[in-house]
Structure formats: C-alpha cells, structure tokens
C-alpha cells in the first residue's frame, strides 16, 4: 500500500508559477513509477507527467510540455511538478499516482486544486 498526500495548490494568475508536491509513505517509494494527473471542472481526468523510479526519465502531456517539469527526491518520498507559465486552462485539481512498472495506476492521492486567473 502506498499513501500520497499532494500539497502546493492554490490560486494564481496567469503567467505565474507553482509547484506542487506529493508525499508518499508506504511501500519503497523509489521502486514506483510516479505520475501527476488533473481533472478540469465538467472534463475526464487527464494524464499530466509522469517520471522513472531513478528520475532520469519523464513524460509529458503536449500541453503542458516546456512548461511543466516532474521531478523526485527518493530520499524524502517526494515527487514534484513545477508548473512555470501558468494559463486559465491549467485550472483543475491535480492528482498525484503511483504504479510499478507495467501495471496501471494503483495508487492516488485526494487532490489539490489548481485555479489560475486571467
């Protein structure tokens, strides 16, 4: 079992940045794959990032790639997204997921909303 607890949202405007956080306890968290999803008001969740267990290699989705970057620290069960150039359609709640290598995505955290302004 894997627990993960997100941080880091907020209300912003656009052009600005955030990161976000996720902590994990349970299970060897280096031996996940990690990733961030959102899920804007009215629309299905989406797919944001996700990152290796070592952090050497990461994913994005086109929208938010060059803007966006997805990091971990295996030594404080922390991964991150770095949300820089911030739009109005970035608003959503962000979710933070694990999963071992080939298998779906076991594990989510509750949430943190995202809001950025025009």
């Known amino acids: 079992q894997v627990h993960l607890v997100e941080s880091g949202g907020g209300l912003v405007q656009a052009g600005d940045s955030l990161r976000l956080s996720c902590a994990a306890s349970?299970?060897?968290?280096?031996?996940?794959?990690m990733g961030w999803f959102r899920q804007a008001p009215g629309k299905e969740r989406e797919f944001v990032a996700r990152i290796n267990w070592s952090g050497g290699s990461a994913y994005y989705a086109d929208s938010v790639k060059g803007r966006f970057t997805i990091s971990r620290d295996n030594g404080k069960n922390t991964v991150y997204l770095q949300m820089n150039s911030l739009k109005p359609e970035d608003t959503a709640v962000y979710y933070c997921?694990?999963?071992?290598?080939?298998?779906?995505?076991?594990?989510w955290g509750q949430g943190t909303r995202v809001t950025v302004s025009s």
């Open positions: 349970g299970r060897t968290f280096s031996g996940y794959i």
């Open positions: 997921a694990a999963k071992r290598s080939g298998s779906r995505w076991e594990y």
